[in-house]
């Protein structure tokens, strides 16, 4: 508000102690809430609080009155620029929490609260102490933790909380970005030690291989060394086909070959093998012919159906079965009823009288109008159901005699696979189902496999003679293979190693990104520091000067009578006391100030910056909870002077327990129609706080 506001009348429901709606008016003045504590005097404070920020003093702190079976709200009624406002506040209970406002002005229309009350904002003092304001700038979502409500106060005064929350923010940052930088440091160095060995490991296992390799000429690719192993395990084994091996790895291919060739030296002889491999050749030829009796079957079956389904016209058997009983029972139907009207015909028709009864209801009607009502009934009996059921009788005679062929065709089907299934049985139980692997019995391999099959036989006679060199000519390749398997084991390490130190690189250059981040922000926060400082003690004089003039005013004390802020500190706003009376200047903690001057520090920066014509912000209303605390009769007395010195700027809302002296003092000093003094009598349980209200 660019005038400021005040605030006319508080309507509390449900909020902490209120257990019943209760209505403050307020006249828009000066409000001081007086008597013991317990009774609800700060729950009055902090409604007023809660009503503008949906906040508390205190973080997640409960604020609905749980006796209270309606809801929680808060309405503050507000002047501003000759204008009226109802801002409303209601809690949300469940699992979200948080709370809903609105703001109407007069005449009821809801307005934007941000743009009746833009950049309105609070610093607290401590517990139920606030000071309520309209900045130059928006307000900050998060308060720097490290700020004390002194700090907030003064760098707000001087328009810098957003500077200082700044640093605040960076240092947040700056010390997770040492702990990752430190983290991921040694965690780098350790991984790039450990692929550096790994890699040095290899190398030099390769090295070993590589000086007398195992292979003539270039050396072989990885599927290369695999096409040899097939090809003497195909020798070895017999195994024409090498589809079984399909996706074996290297190592797995070798110790194949182990097995072919212990069972090779095993086998009494090659005939045997032989006569094995012409079995087999006989059930592969067998399978064939049987597999394309299967096809021409399944075709066949195919087109019975297909005939059954245009007979059928999308329907099943089932549903034409239905519908020829449905329409059986329906023709039935229609001819017991032209039995029954012709029966009732004769039955009306007989005599003359003009009136007779129904045969039905036994009521007298006219027999003309029986007699044309049964006329009308008959004439929509109709329908030529017999001949509808005899084209459905048809329908269904082509139907069952189709089904009945295609029933054939799968049983003559079911015999077919069923003798397929045995050849490729006896396939599978004399080759282990190697020749036909899963997925791969097509008639185009059976072809090729009996191809195979026939050269295979020509192989074996070809090995008759001359078997024990053949065998360790077999075990010298072997050896030779086992040799190019572990090369290729150690290259596939070696590629992966490297890769991993390709990758590492990437991940390393990456954190030197991150490195010089951090140094580029840290950069920016000294230099950020260095402004910040500078604006500081160029406000640091003016504000010194400020708190020492009120802090005098409310203590007199007859040798501390300066507060000052330690320039040596900065940013850190540490407050000292001093004495002018002191030619060293020298500055003192504050904790050499007894209890009552203590407490008056608190209420310092308040007082001082709430009233000077050059700050950045615009205060409404000082919200003040027992101000009194440790303060005697005269220090009351003084404080209530410079309360009302306070209150030609703001309105001022003060809870305290000093009620007589408060009743003594403020005709004194505030003219009447100024204040309202509320004092809470007593609080029950069921109805909350009795307020006694006085107009000044």
Known sequence: ???????????????????????????????????????????????????????????????????????????????????????RRTLIRGISGGSDASLTEEGGQERLIREIMPQLDSVDAGEGTYIIFSSQAAPLRRQPQDLTPFERTVLNHLGLTHPRSLLSEVDEVLLDQGLIEQSLGERLNEVRDGLNSQISSIENQRGLITSSPPWEGNQPSLIQ???KVKDLIAEVSGNLSDESLAGVSLDGLIGHADDALKNRQGQSALEDEAKQVADTRGLLEALLSVRKDIATKRDAIQDVQSQIGGVLDGASLDKLRCRITTTKEEAEAIALRHRVIEDATKLVGRGDAESIQCPVCEFEHRRSDLESTLEQVASQLTGDHASELTGLEAQLSDAERLESVAETCRKELAELEQRANTHKAHIDAINDGELLPQGHDSDDHLDAVIKRCVEREESINAQIEGQEDWLNSIQGRLSNLRRESSFHTLQARLDQALESRNRFEQVNRAYQDLVSFGESVRTIRRAAEVCLNGRLEEGIPGVSENLSQVFHALTRHPWYDRLELDKDKLPKLELRVASSQ????????TDVLNGQAES????????????????????????????????????IGILVERLAELGRQ?????????????RELLPLHFQAGEYVIIEPTEWSYHNGPKLNIEYG
């Open 582 to 589: 002191d030619s060293a200047g020298v500055g003192y903690p």
């Open 600 to 635: 008056a520090l608190e209420l310092v920066p308040y007082f001082a910056f709430s009233q000077t014509d050059d700050a950045p912000t615009e205060v409404h209303l000082v919200l003040l909870d027992d101000p009194t605390r440790a303060f005697d009769e005269e220090h």
């Open 650 to 662: 703001v309105q001022l809302v003060v809870a305290s327990q000093e009620t007589s002296r408060f």
């Open 1 to 87: 508000m660019s005038s400021g506001f005040r605030v006319q009348r508080v309507s509390v429901e449900g909020f902490k102690g209120f257990t019943t709606h209760q209505e403050i008016d307020l006249k828009g003045r000066h409000v001081f809430l007086l008597g013991q504590n317990g009774n609800g005097k700060s729950s009055v404070i902090e409604a007023v609080r809660w009503g503008l920020f949906g906040s508390t003093g205190r973080p997640n702190e409960v604020v609905d009155n749980r006796s209270y079976a309606a809801a929680c709200r808060v309405i503050l009624s507000l002047t501003s620029d000759e204008r009226a406002y109802n801002l």
């Open 225 to 227: 060394s695999e096409k």
